[in-house]
Structures are given as C-alpha cells and as structure tokens.
C-alpha cells in the first residue's frame, strides 16, 4: 500500500510570490490534515478537510488555504509570501473515522528567499 | 484550546539502556495519544498511540503509559539501539476536533553505541 506522498519536495520562492503544495493521501483515506513545522514553532496544524470540505482550520492568516478533490488529493496554497513562510510543510492522512491514526507524508521544504 | 509539553528536550542513552519521554496535556477532553518518530529529512512516522480508555500499551521495544488524572502519558524504549536516534513527538486530539491535533515540542534522543 503506498504512503502519503507529498510534491514537490523541495521549493524555493521569491517573497511575494505564491505557492501550490500538492498531498496525495494513502488509498481509501479521505482525510487530509495539513502542518507547518519550523524550528521556533514545532509542529502547527493548518486545517484539515474530509470528503472535500474544510472541517477544521488553526490560527494562520487567510493567505494559507486549501482544498481537496473529489478523489481525496489535497492542495494548500500560500500567497503573497513572507519569509516567515519558510517550513517545512507537511500533509497527514486519515481514515474516515474521526480522531484515528494519522499517516504522514515527507514533507514539502519550502524556502522563501 | 490544548496545550502538551514535552520532556526532555534531549536524551542521551547508551545503547542497551532504556530511555522515557514524558508529556502532559492541559484540555481533559483530549482522548488519543500517538507518538511519532521524526528521522532527519523525512515526515514523522507514527510508532505507538493509546486511547483514553487504556492505561498501556505496549509493541515490542515500545511502550506508551496514560495517567489520565495526572493528564501525562509517557514513552518508553527499552534496549534502545543506534537507529532508535531520532526526534520524538507526542500528540493529543479529542474527538470533536477532526483529526486536529496538538503536538508536544519533540525529544531529540540520542543512542550512542
């Protein structure tokens, strides 16, 4: 059974420029939940959506956003980059039931120059 | 919302020795526990987890305790081994929070041979 797989893997952006990181979850799991984790901050949960709609949202400005197809990938968007944004950004995968074993993806290292 | 600490920050064992990491919760509500194991350069990778209606569990090498009055749950590694060097994580989640969950500040142990 293939894992999570996050592309790409590796970013380099301009500050103010926008960014696409894309999550393809674990066969059947419909849910997808999103962090960043940097060294000051640990890990922090983006949002989460299930069967396309955005359940659950933490504390990021409205420039992170996301969505999720019907086949269950998952896309996050950050515009108008900051370097603040430099993380590494990671996408974790769930089954339908609430509050189960989440699956992590190696991660998207985003670096805002 | 829930905030889990984590101890120590880093661990140093000789290999053969056992090692323990401890977090504590702060929301009562929260009820799965799971333990991740953070490589360098790659996602965090679930190891054990425990639910609020159990007070061990174990898997192999591998054990997880819950005090759920004390609200703190701990890691245990017996006979530890070189590729047991990693960054760990504890978690918690509730479940009314889809799949949201709150990690501790990881513990950065090193298993010398």
């Known amino acids: 059974k293939a894992g999570v797989t996050q592309t790409p893997r590796y970013l380099i952006k301009t500050r103010g420029q926008q960014v696409t990181l894309s999550c393809s979850p674990i066969?059947?799991?419909?849910?997808v939940s999103w962090y960043q984790q940097t060294p000051g901050q640990g890990l922090q949960f983006l949002f989460e959506?299930?069967?396309?709609?955005?359940?659950n949202k933490g504390n990021f400005p409205g420039r992170f956003s996301g969505r999720q197809f019907s086949n269950s990938r998952s896309e996050m968007n950050v515009s108008t980059l900051e370097l603040g944004d430099s993380a590494l950004y990671l996408c974790?995968?769930?089954?339908?039931?609430?509050?189960?074993?989440?699956?992590f993806g190696q991660g998207t290292r985003l670096t805002v120059v | 919302g829930e905030n889990v600490e984590q101890h120590p920050s880093t661990l140093s064992v000789q290999e053969g020795d056992s090692a323990v990491i401890k977090c504590t919760y702060s929301?009562?509500?929260?009820?799965?526990f799971p333990w991740y194991k953070q490589e360098l350069g790659k996602g965090p990778q679930l190891i054990i987890d425990?639910?609020?209606?159990?007070g061990e569990k174990k898997d192999q090498r591998i054990a997880v305790t819950l005090n759920k009055t004390a609200k703190h749950f701990s890691l245990h590694i017996t006979e530890t081994q070189p590729e047991d060097s990693a960054v760990y994580f504890c978690?918690?989640?509730?479940?009314?929070?889809?799949?949201?969950?709150?990690f501790g500040s990881g513990t950065k142990l090193n298993v010398k041979p």
């Open positions: 974790a995968s769930s089954g339908w039931l609430m509050n189960t074993e989440a699956f």
């Open positions: 066969s059947g799991h419909r849910s």
């Open positions: 959506y299930f069967s396309e709609t955005q359940r």
């Open positions: 929301d009562s509500a929260s009820n799965y």
């Open positions: 425990i639910r609020s209606n159990v």
């Open positions: 978690a918690a989640s509730k479940g009314n929070n889809f799949n949201k969950f709150y």
